[in-house]
């Protein structure tokens, strides 16, 4: 059976920063902040390499799940040509930050369905996925184990569409993460709930 973990991208966008932590938590604290409420995040990816995101990612539990997000200069040829609609990661649970990127799995969801071409270049990254929606079905590329699914839905019946497409696309024996994107954490909440009620 698979499984799903939602997650939001971090940062958070100022105002939904300021609605979320509170207002004497220092800055270098907001990362353990949310940790503490929530098992996975999708760092930016012009925050994760940072001195900054290092430091406060040294003080988080080996439990929770991190996913990095790729700056286009950092892909691989040729799925370079899925940068203008992906949005990539590598997982990194309780590993090391990495250089390159190389050995890690590559999760990307494209914004349009890919092209024969771009399809040809994922497969020679077994370990990669791609998604891309069609409608309100999944559609699924690649022989990787884990899928990120981008998503724009806010109340629990859209919600919970989302995760009964995602996990049907999945098939068995894969890990999705469900991205929230520019979602409030009250909406990381609601996922995260509905998940749990769904059994995955």
């Known amino acids: ?10 940062p958070l966008a100022p105002q939904q920063a300021d609605a ?12 353990d902040y949310y940790a503490n409420e929530y098992r996975a ?5 012009e925050w994760w390499p940072s001195e900054g995101f ?12 991190l996913l990095l997000e790729r700056p286009v200069g950092a892909l691989p040829v040729p799925l370079t040509a ?13 590993a090391a930050l990495p250089d390159g990127g190389e050995g890690y799995p590559l999760c990307l969801f494209c914004a349009a369905p890919p092209t024969p071409t771009q399809l040809a270049g994922l497969a020679t990254r077994p370990e990669a996925t ?25 109340e629990p019946r859209a919600l919970r569409g989302v995760i009964e497409a995602s996990m049907a696309a999945a098939g068995e024996g894969r890990h999705v993460w469900l991205l ?8 990381l909440t609601t996922a995260t709930q509905l998940a749990q009620m769904l059994g995955y």
Not at 1 to 10: I, K
Not at 20 to 31: F, G, I, K, Q, V
Request: glycine content about 6%; charged content about 20%; overall charge negative.
């Open 20 to 31: 979320y932590y509170p207002a004497d938590l220092p800055e270098e604290w907001r990362l």
């Open 82 to 94: 899925l940068a203008p609609t992906a949005l990539v990661a590598c997982l990194t649970p309780g």
């Open 54 to 65: 290092a430091a406060q990612r040294a003080e988080l539990g080996d439990d929770v799940w």
């Open 130 to 154: 791609l998604c891309w929606w069609a409608g309100e079905r999944l559609q699924v590329a690649g022989q990787g184990e884990q899928l990120l699914v981008v998503s724009d839905a806010r």
């Open 1 to 10: 059976m698979s499984t799903l973990t939602p997650c939001l991208r971090l």
């Open 180 to 187: 929230l994107r520019d979602a409030a954490p009250a909406t």
């Open 41 to 45: 995040l999708l760092a930016a990816a």
